[in-house]
């Protein structure tokens, strides 16, 4: 019987699972490490809420927004803050709590796209906040159309959606 199925490889406990995704984050992308990608996303969610919503939506907006950075390092390196226009990455100005969640939000998407292959971002570099979901916005001469709408949540600044932006052609 084994030599067709194995046993299931035994679970980890959460408090263990907590320590492997903590350990991930000064891993390198390419110029930034997980934790500098963590200081993107909340900088660019900065205050923001679950709203109508909610956390769960929230986190999944958060990680694509993660994938989308740790892609824009892969492909842009030192050009990604300035082409793909991203909040900074040297620290986090967002309250304690919300940075500490936003790492372990982007410390999953990190092993998830190391473990299984995961970007649910599809290879897109370009974020943003808009107080709508929209279809596209002027970049360059052209226009960069909207891969995915992510909320509407509860922000300050009343740009409550998450934008994943198809790469500029």
């Known amino acids: 019987m084994w030599a067709t199925r194995r046993p299931p490889a035994p679970g980890l406990t959460a408090d263990a699972k907590k320590a492997v995704l903590q350990s991930l984050g000064n891993q390198k992308i390419n110029k930034l490490t997980v934790n500098q990608v ?3 996303v909340s900088n660019e969610q900065l205050g923001v809420k679950p ?3 909610g956390a769960a939506e929230l986190d999944k907006g958060k990680a694509a927004e993660a994938n989308a ?3 824009a390092d892969t492909n842009l390196g030192d050009k990604r803050s300035k082409l793909a226009g991203t909040a900074p990455s040297d620290e986090s100005h967002a309250p304690a709590a919300q940075t500490a969640h936003d790492r372990e939000v982007v410390e999953q998407a990190y092993f998830d796209r190391q473990v299984y292959g995961t970007d649910t971002a599809g290879g897109r570099e370009y974020i943003g906040n808009s107080s ?3 279809d596209s ?3 360059g001469s052209g226009r960069q159309t909207t891969y995915e709408s992510i ?3 509860d922000a300050p600044s009343g740009k409550g959606t998450i934008l ?3 790469n500029p052609e």
């Open 164 to 166: 994943i932006y198809n």
């Open 132 to 134: 709508s979901a929209i």
């Open 151 to 153: 909320g509407p949540f």
């Open 51 to 53: 709203g109508r919503a």
């Open 69 to 71: 950075v740790m892609n």
């Open 137 to 139: 916005r002027p970049i």
């Open 38 to 40: 963590a200081n993107v």
